[in-house]
């Protein structure tokens, strides 16, 4: 379509059909990257959970193959497999059935009815197959917390906002390397208080694996904290964009960078993001920060390992552990010498790593420097998406008010004019 028209408003029919298009390729690409609550009219029937079909399928098939498998433990499997079959087959059917569609046809929305189908169903089966209402009903249970795991999942893009967010990490990962070389001295000098301290390793030795990794945990907690009180920040300092000529520059390479010129003016004023948009922006910011905190945090878990696997024979682990024998995780010869790495190694490495991450996270909060080293190609994509999402409101904006227009446009043809009802009952009158 040509973009001037769209500047003029003079958008007609067919104009109107060649932008619908535009309109499902930007809302695809809001998907591809992870915020697809940028959609405007979002909602979990037809956007959230029909994108859950294929995973719901496999596990209606695996449930119900498991709960006939237990019902007829003598039968073969491949008749086992054509119950399984039939069983859903006739949900796919009685689905539509029940919603008035076609039998054959996909559904293009799941509602409460399709969604409880995949929860109920297997739970019947196990009852079926065992008698016993208590596998009813943890069968139950157990659909229906997996159903609210793959909404949230679903919903707010977790999967592809995590696989794009480690991409950029990936593709960072120089960057990261060098920010964690340029940290390595100073972490050295204070580390190597901890890594030769004998305490540390008997702790390590010594302590329950639950209590010593939750530990590990509660210092990642900590970490994660500090990343989120720092988005609240970062999310408050990310205007929607009012330069017009900034918005045609970041919608280029994106479905809508063909008609952004025409936009951008009225684009520039866009409505502020939902909570659940806004939701969605800070968990990509989450993504993308703790992926890159994780890169910096196993750099320093490698280097650690690698140095104490060849600087700290296992005798001197004995010694400062007050064993006589360790068992290795494995060994091999090294230029004539045996070298060993052991759980206590691991631990102690895993220890600092964590540490380091919450140095990172708080360096991060508190050092313009780390921040712009990590925010900078984080919060040029979210403008970017911002863009993209001001352009695609305005662009719905406008094929709504056509609509309307040639809806007006359309009774007015169809209603009688005063002249015409006026002249018509005078011919009835003289009748």
Same mark, same amino acid.
């Given at each position: 379509?040509?973009?001037?028209?769209?500047?003029?408003?003079?958008?007609?029919?067919?104009?109107? @059909?060649?932008?619908?298009?535009?309109?499902?390729?930007?809302?695809?690409?809001?998907?591809?990257?992870?915020?697809?609550?940028?959609?405007?009219?979002?909602?979990?029937?037809?956007?959230?959970?029909?994108?859950?079909?294929?995973?719901?399928?496999?596990?209606?098939?695996?449930?119900?193959?498991?709960?006939?498998?237990?019902?007829?433990?003598?039968?073969?499997?491949?008749?086992?497999?054509? $119950?399984?079959? @039939?069983?859903?087959?006739?949900?796919?059917?009685?689905?539509?059935?029940?919603?008035?569609?076609?039998?054959?046809?996909?559904?293009?929305?799941?509602?409460?009815?399709?969604?409880?189908?995949?929860? %109920?169903?297997?739970?019947? @089966?196990?009852? %079926?197959?065992?008698?016993?209402?208590?596998?009813?009903?943890?069968?139950?249970?157990?659909?229906?917390?997996?159903?609210?795991?793959?909404?949230?999942?679903?919903?707010?893009?977790?999967?592809?906002?995590?696989?794009?967010?480690?991409?950029?990490?990936?593709?960072?990962?120089?960057?990261?390397?060098?920010?964690?070389?340029?940290?390595?001295?100073?972490?050295?000098?204070?580390?190597?208080?901890?890594?030769?301290?004998?305490?540390?390793?008997?702790?390590?030795?010594?302590?329950?694996?639950?209590?010593?990794?939750?530990?590990?945990?509660?210092?990642?907690?900590?970490?994660?904290?500090?990343?989120?009180?720092?988005?609240?920040?970062?999310?408050?300092?990310?205007?929607?964009?009012?330069?017009?000529?900034?918005?045609?520059?970041?919608?280029?390479?994106?479905? %809508?960078?063909?008609?952004?010129?025409?936009?951008?003016?009225?684009?520039?004023?866009?409505?502020?993001?939902?909570?659940?948009?806004?939701?969605?922006?800070?968990?990509?910011?989450?993504?993308?920060?703790?992926?890159?905190?994780?890169?910096?945090?196993?750099?320093?878990?490698?280097?650690?390992?690698?140095?104490?696997?060849?600087?700290?024979?296992?005798?001197?682990?004995?010694?400062?552990?007050?064993?006589?024998?360790?068992?290795?995780?494995?060994?091999?010869?090294?230029?004539?010498?045996?070298?060993?790495?052991?759980?206590?190694?691991?631990?102690?490495?895993?220890?600092?790593?964590?540490?380091?991450?919450?140095?990172?996270?708080?360096?991060? $909060?508190?050092?313009?420097?780390?921040?712009?080293?990590?925010?900078?190609?984080?919060?040029?994509?979210?403008?970017?998406?911002?863009?993209?999402?001001?352009?695609?409101?305005?662009?719905?904006?406008?094929?709504?008010?056509?609509?309307?227009?040639?809806?007006?446009?359309?009774?007015?043809?169809?209603?009688?004019?005063?002249?015409?009802?006026?002249?018509?009952?005078?011919?009835?009158?003289?009748?």
């Amino acid at each position: 379509m040509n973009p001037e028209k769209i500047d003029e408003g003079s958008v007609t029919d067919a104009d109107v @059909a060649g932008l619908e298009p535009v309109v499902k390729e930007t809302e695809k690409w809001f998907v591809s990257h992870g915020q697809p609550h940028l959609i405007e009219d979002y909602n979990a029937t037809e956007h959230v959970l029909t994108r859950a079909i294929p995973f719901l399928v496999v596990l209606l098939v695996v449930q119900l193959f498991r709960a006939v498998r237990v019902g007829w433990p003598d039968q073969p499997l491949w008749l086992v497999g054509v $119950v399984v079959l @039939a069983i859903t087959v006739a949900t796919r059917i009685g689905l539509n059935l029940i919603a008035g569609r076609e039998l054959w046809r996909q559904a293009d929305s799941v509602g409460i009815v399709e969604a409880s189908a995949f929860a %109920v169903i297997p739970a019947i @089966a196990w009852l %079926v197959a065992t008698g016993d209402s208590f596998e009813f009903f943890r069968v139950l249970v157990t659909n229906y917390v997996i159903l609210v795991v793959i909404y949230v999942i679903t919903s707010f893009g977790v999967v592809r906002g995590s696989a794009r967010g480690l991409q950029k990490a990936l593709s960072g990962i120089g960057s990261a390397a060098n920010l964690a070389i340029r940290a390595l001295p100073l972490l050295l000098v204070v580390f190597a208080l901890f890594f030769i301290n004998s305490e540390l390793w008997q702790v390590s030795h010594s302590a329950e694996p639950v209590p010593f990794w939750t530990a590990i945990l509660l210092i990642l907690t900590v970490a994660a904290l500090a990343v989120i009180l720092l988005l609240r920040r970062e999310l408050e300092g990310i205007n929607y964009l009012k330069d017009p000529d900034k918005i045609v520059a970041f919608c280029k390479d994106t479905p %809508v960078g063909d008609i952004a010129p025409a936009l951008a003016v009225e684009a520039a004023n866009p409505p502020p993001l939902k909570r659940r948009q806004r939701t969605e922006v800070a968990l990509l910011f989450l993504y993308s920060t703790g992926q890159q905190v994780a890169i910096v945090s196993l750099f320093i878990v490698v280097f650690f390992s690698l140095f104490g696997l060849f600087a700290v024979p296992i005798s001197v682990l004995e010694m400062w552990i007050g064993e006589s024998v360790l068992t290795p995780v494995f060994s091999f010869d090294w230029f004539g010498s045996r070298v060993f790495l052991t759980w206590e190694l691991i631990r102690v490495s895993a220890l600092l790593g964590a540490l380091s991450a919450l140095y990172f996270a708080v360096n991060i $909060v508190i050092d313009q420097t780390y921040r712009d080293q990590f925010f900078t190609e984080i919060a040029t994509g979210v403008e970017r998406t911002l863009a993209v999402r001001a352009v695609y409101l305005m662009l719905l904006d406008r094929i709504d008010a056509s609509e309307s227009t040639v809806s007006q446009s359309v009774g007015d043809h169809v209603t009688m004019s005063p002249e015409i009802e006026s002249e018509s009952k005078s011919r009835t009158d003289d009748v």
